[in-house]
């Protein structure tokens, strides 16, 4: 028999712990570079219209399944619905959305080992080790394996510990690490010369872009991956809970968050990169677009380190720094769905779980490591344009049609008496069941046809 299920032990905990795994790369990485080639501010505002108007409901959707089940995403699926066929069609959407999870876990893990290896390279420049530093900071098979290896054992390391003493613990701790060292970076960076121009760029809108049709896709996945959402995550999370809470103002909060930190993120992000254009490093391509993410990252902003000296390295390491717990307490989420999973259905202990599954995901990294052209960006478009909306697509159904009304209430109104007189009551559950639904097919569509 599976052991008694983990509990955030405070609001404070979970708001953490929720917040991150919502705020990660997508947040700091993803989001000021898409913002910066697709009409600054223009973008925000789309983007801010859909976190709050599909994002929010389809978070809120998990986390109520969750808190109801007390249970992974199989679990909960499957006892929401009232007949045997919803019920396996439930639990096939859980499994396909802790496959998911497991996928994005494997490119995630690639990408935040380059991190972990930038941060080393900080270290091992201060203290003059220049060889080191270069192997670190070179793309080769063997660095690439080894800090994914690397990056992977931590993220097991915390899962093992469990929900308190891990996840909230360590989202407790280093969140709020987060917070500083980037208000500190945006701080050091716009006294720099040349970061008023780029806050102009991100503030500036430029309609014509941010509306143009492929690019409201690119908003919508980008606002699901963002509140890591469709494959279970934020439902298992919510599944750790209490039940004195109030559900729709904790994921508000949640959502609030998680977006506040990708706009200040935008005001690190973009006057860096004009502030690396004034001492001569080119930020354009050949035909005039701001260059493209990875390169950003990798390549721009080293070399704007760089061209600072010794600041330069301390505040490379304090970037890179921020980026790996960015995508450590993301990583943990993405890791716990699988794990919670199989202890909860298949009754193993925690430690060997976390650490057989960890292992599975090395290996898929592996294999996209050696075959990294082929691979690398396939399994990102599969994983966070066609999955997560289409099984956030499945969620809603769940929540809107499948589960019973009244038990939804009555949900709700274990952490709120008066839920039924509430806005959220009189909006949300008309909202999963027609508008959340139609949009992301209407998105999804249109996205398969251009
Ligand atoms: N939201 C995280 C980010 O912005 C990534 C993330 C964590 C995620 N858990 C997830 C993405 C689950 C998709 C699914 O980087």
Request: charged content about 10%; some cysteine.
């Amino acid at each position: 028999m599976a052991s008694p299920r983990g509990e955030f032990s405070s609001r404070f905990g979970f708001i953490m712990a929720a917040a991150g795994s919502a705020v990660g790369l997508g947040n700091i990485w993803g989001f000021p570079t898409q913002a910066a080639s697709n009409g600054g501010a223009a973008f925000l505002l789309v983007y801010l219209f859909l976190a709050f108007s599909l994002a929010y409901p389809v978070l809120m959707a998990e986390l109520i399944i969750g808190r109801h089940a007390h249970a992974n995403a199989v679990g909960a699926l499957r006892l929401v619905s009232p007949n045997p066929v919803l019920r396996r069609v439930g639990a096939a959407t859980g499994v396909t959305g802790l496959i998911v999870a497991s996928f994005i876990l494997s490119f995630y893990a690639i990408v935040a080992g380059w991190m972990l290896a930038y941060c080393l390279a900080a270290l091992t420049d201060l203290v003059g080790l220049t060889a080191a530093s270069l192997w670190l900071t070179e793309f080769s098979l063997g660095r690439n394996l080894a800090f994914m290896l690397l990056f992977m054992a931590l993220t097991v390391g915390i899962i093992s510990e469990g929900v308190q003493q891990g996840i909230e613990r360590w989202s407790s701790r280093l969140m709020p690490l987060l917070l500083v060292s980037l208000v500190l970076l945006v701080i050091y960076v716009l006294t720099l010369e040349g970061a008023m121009e780029g806050l102009q760029v991100y503030l500036l809108p430029d309609f014509e872009r941010a509306l143009a049709p492929g690019l409201i896709v690119k908003a919508l996945g980008a606002a699901f991956f963002s509140l890591s959402l469709g494959v279970g995550t934020m439902l298992i999370y919510g599944s750790y809970i209490s039940d004195e809470e109030n559900l729709p103002l904790l994921g508000g909060l949640v959502t609030l968050v998680d977006i506040c930190i990708a706009v200040l993120a935008g005001f690190l992000v973009l006057p860096a990169m004009y502030v690396a254009l004034h001492s001569g490093v080119e930020i354009f391509t050949a035909s005039g677009a701001l260059i493209s993410e990875d390169t950003l990252i990798f390549t721009v902003l080293p070399r704007l380190f760089d061209s600072m000296g010794l600041v330069g390295v301390v505040v490379s390491l304090a970037f890179f720094f921020l980026m790996t717990i960015a995508a450590l307490t993301s990583s943990i989420s993405m890791l716990e769905a699988p794990v919670a999973y199989t202890i909860e259905e298949h009754g193993l202990e925690r430690k060997p779980a976390a650490l057989m599954i960890g292992l599975v995901i090395a290996m898929i990294s592996t294999a996209i490591l050696l075959n990294f052209e082929a691979l690398f960006g396939l399994v990102i478009a599969v994983t966070t344009r066609y999955g997560q909306p289409l099984l956030g697509f499945m969620f809603c159904l769940y929540a809107g049609w499948v589960w019973h009304r009244d038990t939804l209430l009555q949900e709700l109104r274990k952490g709120n008496a008066g839920a039924e007189h509430g806005l959220f009551w009189k909006i949300w559950p008309s909202y999963v069941r027609f508008v959340c639904p139609c949009i992301i097919v209407l998105i999804f569509a249109q996205s398969l046809l251009s």
